[in-house]
């Protein structure tokens, strides 16, 4: 629960749930959103109906799970609306306890997302009722909300109409807001596009003002980055291991002494009688590890191109130049935490590749927005 793949992995239960059920309810009859379900069953005595909860309590104990079931009901609340078989209507549904909040007209968002606030709930309030009349009855306590964040208050009623859609592929920039921030990047860069991507560019049809849509991200409130500080600093978790050599002669230690540290950024300087280069690179194990594999690439012609680092060495040896490697650690980081929405040790590293003005830098630009390699082995497909 609240990790970045819960969602997903409650989905494919949910999936699994459905299709276990099928024989039970019928493939159409039956609708999971999250831990709620909801089935509709037509003209069932209800002794037919205590038979079908039966059936379900004892497929869920089965999957190691426990369900609790409302059977012979003409009205249930599912989610944020009311169904209501006996009157034939349906209506906004607001637990009791549930007190509307939303951000305030001052707050550190985009304008727009701001502005339509107000007509995105009513949109949606619009949606879940029947009629107006029921719209009216609930529009109450989110009018109040409005009002009390400053925003307009005044929700009308829109009956629902079909808008064509456009199937087109679309290409969107997220930028961060900030109030702070008096550029207006998002109008800059869509005329960047428009500049450099005219008609007669080879890449006009994909990277145009029609094809990139631009959509705020809003940065961390003050809570969220307190909450983050706290928990950083709370966290007795020993995320590093810093020190130590195991090295036979530890005089001769590569690393200084700090060969067995992991969770790293290092350094590698590479110099020759004609020039100095250098390589940045990261590893979660210990540097040692990550050492062996450097080695392995620079003994075996195979993995010349496992690295920027070991291709630079191979064109050495190639033209037969002397070299010398200095290794050195530029940071300690930490690695990814399997529920964060970021890798330290990733962004770290590729902090220092972007703010790099070594002449000889050798890493590649395209490095500053891979993807973080150590999310991958906590995602589903990598599960054994």
Same mark, same amino acid.
């Given at each position: 629960?609240?990790?970045?793949?819960?969602?997903?992995?409650?989905?494919?239960?949910?999936?699994?749930?459905?299709?276990?059920?099928?024989?039970?309810?019928?493939?159409?009859?039956?609708?999971?959103?999250? $831990?709620?379900?909801?089935?509709?069953?037509?003209?069932?005595?209800? &002794?037919?109906?205590?038979?079908?909860?039966?059936?379900?309590?004892?497929?869920?104990? $089965?999957?190691?799970?426990?369900?609790?079931?409302?059977?012979?009901?003409?009205?249930? $609340?599912?989610?944020?609306?009311?169904? $209501?078989?006996?009157?034939?209507?349906?209506?906004?549904?607001?637990?009791?306890?549930?007190? !509307?909040?939303?951000?305030?007209?001052?707050?550190?968002?985009?304008?727009?997302?701001?502005?339509?606030?107000?007509?995105?709930?009513?949109?949606?309030?619009?949606?879940?009722?029947?009629? /107006?009349?029921?719209?009216?009855?609930?529009?109450?306590?989110?009018?109040?909300?409005?009002?009390?964040?400053?925003?307009?208050?005044?929700?009308?009623?829109?009956?629902?109409?079909?808008?064509?859609?456009?199937?087109?592929?679309?290409? =969107?920039?997220?930028?961060?807001?900030?109030?702070?921030?008096?550029?207006?990047? #998002?109008?800059?860069?869509?005329?960047?596009?428009?500049?450099?991507?005219?008609? /007669?560019?080879?890449?006009?049809?994909?990277?145009?003002?029609?094809?990139?849509?631009?959509?705020?991200?809003?940065?961390?409130?003050?809570?969220?980055?307190?909450? !983050?500080?706290?928990?950083?600093?709370?966290?007795?978790?020993?995320?590093?291991?810093? #020190?130590?050599?195991?090295?036979?002669?530890?005089?001769?230690c590569l690393l200084d002494g700090q060969c067995l540290t992991s969770c790293i950024v290092y350094n590698?300087?590479?110099?020759?009688?004609?020039?100095?280069?250098?390589?940045?690179?990261?590893?979660?194990?210990? =540097?040692?590890?990550?050492?062996?594999?450097?080695?392995?690439?620079?003994?075996?012609? /195979?993995?010349?191109?496992?690295?920027?680092?070991?291709?630079?060495?191979?064109?050495?040896?190639?033209?037969?130049?002397?070299?010398?490697?200095? =290794?050195?650690?530029?940071?300690?980081?930490?690695?990814?935490?399997?529920?964060?929405?970021?890798?330290?040790?990733?962004?770290?590293?590729?902090?220092?590749?972007?703010?790099?003005?070594?002449?000889?830098?050798?890493?590649? &630009?395209?490095?500053?927005?891979?993807?973080?390699?150590?999310?991958?082995?906590?995602?589903?497909?990598?599960?054994?």
């Amino acid at each position: 629960m609240g990790s970045l793949d819960g969602a997903e992995v409650c989905e494919l239960v949910g999936l699994y749930l459905l299709d276990k059920l099928s024989p039970i309810t019928g493939k159409l009859n039956t609708g999971l959103y999250r $831990d709620d379900g909801l089935c509709a069953i037509n003209t069932c005595s209800p &002794r037919r109906l205590d038979k079908l909860r039966k059936d379900i309590t004892a497929m869920f104990k $089965d999957e190691g799970l426990s369900i609790t079931i409302e059977i012979n009901l003409l009205a249930t $609340d599912f989610l944020d609306v009311t169904l $209501d078989l006996f009157n034939n209507k349906y209506y906004p549904y607001r637990k009791p306890n549930n007190n !509307q909040l939303y951000i305030n007209a001052k707050s550190n968002h985009p304008d727009p997302i701001i502005k339509e606030l107000p007509t995105m709930i009513a949109r949606r309030l619009s949606d879940l009722s029947c009629s /107006q009349d029921e719209f009216n009855k609930a529009k109450g306590p989110y009018e109040a909300a409005l009002k009390e964040s400053g925003l307009a208050n005044n929700l009308e009623y829109k009956s629902s109409t079909k808008v064509k859609k456009h199937n087109r592929n679309v290409i =969107w920039f997220n930028p961060p807001f900030n109030k702070a921030v008096s550029t207006n990047i #998002g109008k800059i860069f869509l005329r960047m596009v428009k500049k450099h991507f005219t008609k /007669q560019h080879h890449y006009y049809k994909i990277l145009n003002i029609h094809t990139i849509k631009l959509s705020y991200s809003c940065m961390p409130n003050m809570e969220r980055i307190i909450k !983050q500080s706290n928990a950083k600093i709370l966290d007795d978790t020993p995320h590093t291991n810093q #020190g130590g050599c195991n090295c036979s002669k530890p005089e001769d230690c590569l690393l200084d002494g700090q060969c067995l540290t992991s969770c790293i950024v290092y350094n590698a300087e590479v110099s020759t009688a004609e020039k100095e280069y250098i390589y940045h690179g990261s590893t979660k194990n210990t =540097w040692k590890e990550r050492y062996g594999g450097h080695k392995t690439s620079f003994t075996h012609r /195979q993995y010349e191109h496992a690295t920027t680092l070991s291709k630079l060495i191979w064109k050495l040896k190639d033209n037969n130049t002397p070299y010398t490697i200095k =290794w050195s650690i530029a940071a300690l980081a930490r690695p990814y935490k399997c529920g964060t929405r970021h890798c330290d040790l990733c962004l770290t590293e590729k902090t220092i590749i972007a703010r790099s003005k070594h002449s000889g830098l050798i890493n590649s &630009r395209s490095e500053i927005v891979s993807k973080c390699r150590h999310r991958k082995k906590f995602l589903l497909n990598e599960v054994t």
